[in-house]
């Protein structure tokens, strides 16, 4: 093929000392044609950036290449001396990462630094460097080039830093531009945008994509091709089209099932037991072998060759040896795996609907139906909880504030303040989750914050059991400690490394005096350990002896052991792989199941809302903008903002997509809200009252509700 | 009969909180396993080899006591000459009086003097005393009494090292009754020797038999650790010794062996030598500048660690109060820092010095001898040097605490209601003792510069303290004489230079076994 442009073969990639080496990609073969894109997808840990920056031939200083080849068009990369490397790096060849706030220079102006790109790979005169600058500045969809240039990076937003660093990309107009999770750090409303962004300049200049991401939605929107890769090696290759139809490799299978969404609400995610093997140990036979469902004697004894179910889809797994028949079965055999779990786990007579949904499902997908018949199959799964949902008000908020002072000059006067939350009325029932959705910095953390008094509420009531807890002193608030628990995002940070598990999770029933005695104490820890399934040996370790989701477990056990009501889950599952997502999502769900828990959900991403969620708020700039039941929200979304963010949220599911309503510009800062209705300057449908006053919030049925001036009921 | 005096009973306290320290350490993984990457690192174990050494030196010289006045002395001071006596307090007695004879001019030298005198007139009385031990009210050390043998040998004035002649002309009355000019034979240094040209072979034969008693001495050491090795990683003893060898063990035994050697062999040559010549000289009042140097060590150890414990609590306890409870109290200890690290350092510490030294002048009824009044002045040193320093320290906890009070993990224990001085012993406290460790043993080397520095503008310890401050300070005038006296400074030099080097080196390993960043990269 001539059109190829980049050609990898068997390129193998070590890290570490020499005698125990970390293979972070071992004979990872692939191509890529001329304007097209491929993603490479894997959770982490998987060797998908080593890949890339081995690519680039920009491994850390322990690393080396150990063999392969890379082909640029013509030019072996792998043989090039440094000095034509760097002219490939940049000029040929581009790369984007993952953090835009680290990866400027918060010192130099940004035109400055797109400048330096320009001239490194174009002999310019300073004016027409200049111009270059601007024009590269408006290809990437930033507003007042020229006035931007001038700017410090800590003086744009993310989305426009992760645009600036892509102008700088294309400032050597590349032929492939590798982009390494280019929108991970971004909401989904900026990701939307800089996708959007990547498909356009990709259709004007024809450059190829290296797209490298864990996020089956954005693969399934953006890319033409996809490799996935696990444990660094590309276990199966395929158009997205086909993949997404019938994905070959028991890995890709997995993933897909366990990605949390409305129909799958009834019923236990599929989960991949284990982790990652680490790199450092030789293979022998297929490296997911020890976390397959399928597995069999062969799949340990030798490397597994390439196998081919259809033309255009490769995998590396033994159950296509004897050709595709074989594998039918398997796949048969695989879906009713996954309903299984939900038959055993959920009411039977929930169970009917389930299946029935999962059904009609099964047949709207099949047939390629629109995205109403689909809808229509997953309505009556959610109308099927609803009547269980009630119950009586265990938790409520009204006018909730959380203002903090903003300080100037010698004296610390407060010049101002920056209004986080600013009126905020919530109502949980008991046994119950509401998910508090919102994109990064609308407040919604600082809300979960506020019920717990980790930060004091300057104004509003926070009801608990009658009792109002922002009032109360600080004294009488120990009492309540035992009721409200929180989970938290990062599952790295949220434990002191210092400390054992067992001192960890202990922590609660010491403070609170809950268990006397150190015996009974530890009976209780390992009890706990027990519950959340990390056992009670995991006592006597430190917390870094722990992956990411197992210590999300010791973090909910911690929670657990003071035997709350009501659990703020503060972005649990965000810092985590999509499986091990599944797990955590899972157990939080027996666990409300069988200790009548009510969760207090606070997150970003709308698939495990629609998976989890009874009720759903939704959160713009401090305030609630549209609350309801979750099959209101997510399908009938009224206010603007609620339909923006919905629409950006990418889809595996082509049926599924709706046409994105782009939002501009970023959101406001909270210490200078806009007038009237915050979201009006952004809104594609506002009005000049909108400017005027903040809207009351219009009833559109008993639970649902939304404030903006242009629903009429 | 031992006396304590206060910078001892403090060193004690610095030992035990080691010890105390070293056994919570061995309990807690994140603190053992950076102190054995520390162990693993060669650099590390040879610079501990070395300041093991120093710490010994300075622990023998930190066990101080009243000798014992043998019944036979009180004929002695009368009979008082410039021969060498057997008993001890004696001894002194016949140093301190070519001391009174040279220069009384000399502010060093007055308080030796002073010394001299008192024993003089206490060594007078206890003859009735006969019955019961009596002590004498000099105060000396186990490290003083090792080295008696050095700290006797005194000689007229400076002496080169090695030397067998004093460096300066005298008139010489020859046995045939005429005078001439010419550089008298020195009383000690190379007094055994017929004739002085042998000097060269002479100092080969003793270097070689102190090196191979080094040698001795060493290979008695490595087998004992080799065979405790063994015994303890079950191993047969040529397998550990042969893997030793090899240098295939964890911990850099080779190294560290090494280093022992080199340290064992320098040891013991310069014992067998400095038995009979001054090795590094003498100084003006004839003083062997060996034994000074010796003597500075405790000195320089005491400043570097005694400092750090005086300033560690108001550091640690203010820095963590200001970040985890901010608002008022941040303020104030803010302020606090702030305004004490504008005050000019040295202006601190010269004001503080000389208001002791003026109380001192005032209450000297209050002071036994002039070894407690050099201690406590050493004591105030510390002291203000450590309020001087606390700052840093109190800094960087404090931004440290202000973002540990935002971790995830202090949110969760407020959330399950544990009180803040709890938050603060738990979670708070043990997060920054890396910082604290860091930073205790990087000041360390500079303070032990710093004392040097002040000393020799006369606001460090005292001038009758040995130090290498002092010594520096009193080469200064003896680096101008032709030909140039190049000796004391010279030893001060190396022995400050070995220690502070070590110091850093070991610093450095300590510092990239516990910096968070560095061993999340490795």
């Known amino acids: 093929m001539s059109d190829v442009l980049l050609h990898v073969s068997n390129l193998t990639a070590e890290l570490g000392n020499s005698e125990r080496p970390v293979r972070v990609c071992d004979g990872v073969g692939f191509s890529i044609r001329r304007g097209e894109t491929l993603a490479l997808l894997g959770e982490s840990g998987c060797g998908k950036s080593m890949t890339a920056l081995t690519l680039m031939r920009l491994l850390p200083l322990s690393g080396r290449i150990a063999g392969g080849s890379v082909q640029l068009d013509d030019t072996e990369l792998l043989s090039l001396t440094e000095r034509e490397m760097r002219g490939v790096r940049g000029g040929r060849m581009a790369m984007i990462f993952q953090e835009p706030q680290t990866s400027l220079n918060p010192v130099l102006k940004v035109g400055d630094q797109i400048a330096e790109a320009v001239r490194l790979h174009k002999r310019l005169a300073k004016a027409e460097v200049a111009e270059r600058v601007v024009e590269l500045l408006r290809a990437v969809g930033i507003p007042d080039p020229a006035r931007r240039a001038g700017e410090f990076p800590h003086q744009l937003s993310g989305g426009m830093k992760q645009r600036v660093m892509i ?16 929108t991970t750090a971004l909401d989904v409303t900026i990701q939307a945008q800089v996708l959007q962004l990547l498909k356009g300049l990709q259709a004007q200049t024809g450059m190829a994509v290296l797209l490298i991401t864990h996020d089956l939605g954005v693969v399934a929107e953006t890319a033409d091709r996809l490799a996935v890769m696990y444990a660094g090696q590309i276990v199966e290759e395929a158009s997205v089209d086909a993949f997404f139809a019938a994905p070959a490799h028991p890995y890709s299978r997995k993933l897909l099932e366990s990605v949390p969404s409305a129909s799958k609400r009834r019923g236990e995610l599929a989960v991949i037991p284990g982790r990652v093997p680490p790199l ?12 397959c469902s399928q597995v069999m004697p062969a799949c340990r004894e030798a ?27 398997g796949e048969a055999s695989a879906a009713v795996g996954t309903v299984e779990p939900s038959l055993s786990s959920a009411q039977p007579e929930t169970a009917a609907v389930e299946l029935a949904a999962a059904g009609v499902k099964a047949q709207a997908e099949a047939s390629g139906a629109t995205r109403l018949e689909a809808k229509a199959a997953s309505a009556p799964a959610r109308s099927a909880t609803a009547p269980t949902a009630e119950g009586q008000t265990l938790l409520a908020t009204a006018g909730l504030q959380v203002h903090f002072p903003i300080q100037r000059g010698l004296f610390r006067s407060t010049v101002g303040h920056v209004k986080a939350v600013d009126g905020v009325d919530l109502c949980l029932k008991a046994g119950q989750t509401l998910a508090l959705v919102g994109e990064s910095g609308c407040g919604k953390t600082t809300v979960g914050k506020a019920i717990l008094r980790l930060e004091l509420p300057t104004g509003g009531q926070v009801r608990y059991n009658g009792v109002d807890l922002a009032s109360i002193r600080a004294g009488q608030m120990r009492r309540y400690r035992k009721d409200l628990q929180i989970i938290f995002q990062d599952p790295f940070a949220s434990m002191n490394p210092r400390m054992l598990v067992g001192d960890i999770v202990g922590e609660g029933l010491q403070s609170l005096g809950l268990e006397k005695g150190r015996a009974a104490q530890r009976r209780r820890v390992a009890a706990l350990l027990e519950q959340v399934g990390i056992g009670e040996q995991a006592m006597n370790r430190y917390p870094h002896e722990f992956s990411g989701g197992q210590r999300q477990r010791i973090c909910i056990a911690r929670a657990l052991a003071v035997e709350p009501k009501l659990i703020v889950c503060d972005e649990p599952t965000s810092a985590l792989d999509v499986s091990v997502q599944a797990q955590i999502l899972n157990l939080l769900k027996r666990l409300q199941d069988d200790l009548g828990l009510s969760y207090l959900f606070i997150t970003h991403d ?40 919905l629409s950006a949220v990418p889809m595996m599911d082509k049926a599924e997509r709706r046409q994105i ?11 200078a809200p806009p007038t009237g209705c915050h979201f009006h300057p952004r809104c594609p449908q506002a009005i000049a009252d909108c400017a005027l006053t903040y809207p009351q919030p219009v009833q559109l049925s008993k639970t649902h509700s939304a404030r903006c001036l242009r629903i009429e009921t | 009969m031992p006396v304590i005096l206060i910078t001892d009973a403090l060193i004690f306290v610095l030992i035990a909180v080691g010890i105390g320290f070293g056994l919570y350490a061995a309990r807690h993984e994140h603190l053992r396993g950076p102190w ?44 008082s000459s410039a021969q060498a006596d057997q008993s001890a307090d004696e001894k002194t007695d016949a140093v301190a009086q070519p001391v009174a004879a040279t220069s009384t001019s000399d502010q060093a030298m007055s308080g030796q003097d002073a010394t001299a005198d008192e024993q003089d007139s206490f060594a007078a009385t206890p003859a009735s005393v006969l019955a019961e031990p009596t002590y004498s009210t000099q105060i000396i050390s186990v490290l003083d009494l090792w080295l008696s043998g050095l700290r006797e040998r005194q000689e007229k004035t400076f002496s080169a090292p090695f030397a067998t002649q004093l460096f300066v002309k005298e008139a010489i009355e020859q046995p045939d009754g005429s005078v001439i000019r010419g550089y008298p034979r020195l009383e000690h240094g190379g007094a055994h020797l017929d004739d002085p040209s042998q000097r060269g072979v002479d100092i080969l034969l003793r270097g070689l038999f102190g090196l191979v008693k080094g040698l001795i001495a060493w290979t008695a050491l490595m087998v004992t650790l080799i065979a405790v090795l063994a015994w303890r990683g079950r191993q047969s003893f040529n397998d550990r010794a042969s893997a030793i060898w ?6 850099p035994w080779r190294v560290a062996l090494s280093a022992l050697a080199l340290m064992l062999v320098l040891s013991f040559v310069a014992a067998e030598l400095a038995a009979s010549y001054h090795i590094l000289g003498t100084d003006k009042v004839g003083e062997d500048v060996f034994y000074q140097s010796l003597k500075s060590i405790r000195t320089g150890l005491v400043i570097g660690t005694l400092t750090t414990l005086v300033m560690l609590p108001a550091a640690v306890i203010l820095g963590i109060m200001a970040g985890y409870f901010g608002g008022r109290t941040d303020d104030v200890i803010q302020y606090l820092y702030t305004t004490l690290s504008s005050i000019p350092g040295v202006l601190l510490i010269a004001a503080a010095i000389l208001m002791l030294q003026v109380y001192m002048t005032n209450n000297a009824e209050q002071f036994q001898s002039l ?9 105030f040193l510390c002291i203000i040097l450590g309020v001087t320093s606390w700052t840093g320290l109190c800094r960087l906890l404090r931004g440290e605490s202000l973002k540990l009070r935002e971790a995830d993990y202090v949110q969760a224990a407020r959330s399950l209601g544990v009180r803040s001085s709890t938050v603060i012993g738990r979670h708070i406290l043990p997060n920054v003792l890396h910082i604290v460790m860091i930073t205790v043993v990087l000041d360390f080397s500079g303070l032990v510069l710093a004392e040097a520095v002040l000393s020799y503008v006369n606001i460090g310890v005292d001038p009758t303290m040995n130090s290498w401050g002092n010594m520096i300070n009193s080469a200064r005038l003896e680096l101008a004489r032709d030909p140039v006296v190049w000796w004391s400074l010279a030893a001060a030099f190396v022995f400050m230079f070995t220690l502070v080097l070590a110091a850093n080196l070991l610093a450095d390993v300590v510092r990239d076994a516990f910096d968070p960043r560095l061993r999340s990269a490795s």
């Open chain 1, 167 to 182: 102008a700088m990309a294309l400032a050597g107009d590349p032929e492939l531009l590798i982009a390494d999770e280019p």
């Open chain 1, 280 to 291: 450092d140990q030789p293979f022998s036979g297929c490296r997911f072998a020890d976390r």
């Open chain 1, 303 to 329: 490397p597994i060759a390439w196998f081919q179910p259809n033309p255009g889809q490769q995998v590396r797994c033994l159950l296509w040896a004897e050709g595709p028949a074989q594998f039918r079965e």
């Open chain 1, 606 to 645: 709308i698939s495990v809302v629609a998976y989890l969620a009874h009720e759903v708020a939704v959160m713009y700039l401090g305030r609630i903008v549209e609350q309801g039941t979750a099959a209101e929200v997510l399908d009938e979304p009224r206010h603007p903002y609620t339909q923006a963010l």
């Open chain 1, 661 to 671: 309503i782009r939002l501009e510009g970023d959101m406001p800062s909270p210490a």
């Open chain 2, 36 to 79: 054995r990457q520390v162990g693993r690192s060669p650099v590390g174990v040879a610079a501990l080899v070395v300041i093991v050494f120093y710490v010994g030196v300075g622990l023998l010289d930190s066990l101080h006591f009243h000798p014992l006045i043998e019944p036979v002395a009180p004929a002695a001071p009368a009979a």
């Open chain 2, 246 to 251: 090899r240098g295939e063990t964890e911990t």
């Open chain 2, 371 to 379: 070894v407690e009044r050099a201690d406590l002045r050493l004591l």
